[in-house]
């Protein structure tokens, strides 16, 4: 795949105390595409070495990371990432918070790994918006910052420009997230692989984006069942008969392992292939709506409509064959 004429930059920011991990899921995700350039922004080293070095035993590992570019940059990337830190009640730098501020003012897209988001927070950037953050840390957020609407039984979260993470793990779904959002969904689902992430908790879109990710066992054989079978007539009995269960049992169980009824997942998964077809085939709308089981071109036209909010023609001249051709 050959690099888009225009990257969009993401800054990770250097934060004093921070967690290791948390710099290297965006660094490897996003850094992984050819659409992003990836840069890491911070201060001079005494300010970081002075809170990353010593820490209690058996305290999270921080790193002392070393900028490639000034903290300045932060104000004019596409992306900023704030890595999970520890002691998220002791501030950050002010210098960290005043870049964080005017590159929300900007619009650049925030995103917030673990404990990151008390730097958001801190910054007064999610006043008036919902976050979330490790569960571990969600009352310390609450009382530290009541202007902010903690929720703390998600993966992620998405507030406009914000789209804040539960921990490292959910750093990773994440940031797929926003590969998802800025280059389609074969992109994301390539990364998801690569990252061996749940591509159901991944893959879900917006709408569905605070779903918990199914569990390894249950109802998964009737899942991968479903997607070997998408193009066929599924209903809900098929599957309850596949699973052994009664279909109210089913249901109940199917929502519990999903986060949502079986039939929105079914049509969630169809549309979700549609719009990986159109982004990497020349197939026919009519020729992929079979292929995904809408039946005919209208059904898949409407549905498309409704739950992506373009039609498929206009989303494979945005995501399609041609962009790419054109990169």
Known sequence: MRPPKTQKVVAILAVPRGFALDYSIPAYVLGGHPGYRVIVCGGDRSEAARETDGGPPGAEPVVEVRPTHPLSAVESADVVVVPGYGDPHVP????????????????????????????????????GRT?????????LLRALHPAVDVVGDRLFVEDGPFLTSAGAAAGINACIHVLRTDFGDAAADEAARDSVASLA??????????????????????RDWVLDNIGSAITVQRMAERSMLSRRTFIR?????????PMQWVVLQRVLGARRLLETSDWSVERIAGETGFGTA???RAVFKREVGTTPSAYRRTRGLARAADS
Not at 133 to 139: F, I, L
């Open 92 to 127: 950050l730098p002010e210098a960290h918070l005043d870049a964080l501020r005017r590159a929300a003012r900007r619009g650049a897209r925030m995103v917030a790994i673990c404990t990151g988001t008390f730097a958001l927070a801190s910054s007064g950037v999610l006043d």
């Open 131 to 139: 976050a979330t953050t490790h569960w571990r840390h969600a009352d």
């Open 201 to 222: 908790a991944v893959a879900a879109g917006p709408g569905y984006a605070n779903a918990p990710a199914p569990a390894p066992t249950g109802l998964q054989a009737t």
């Open 253 to 261: 169980r199917f929502e519990r392992e999903t986060g949502m009824p």
């Open 298 to 300: 209208a059904n898949l």
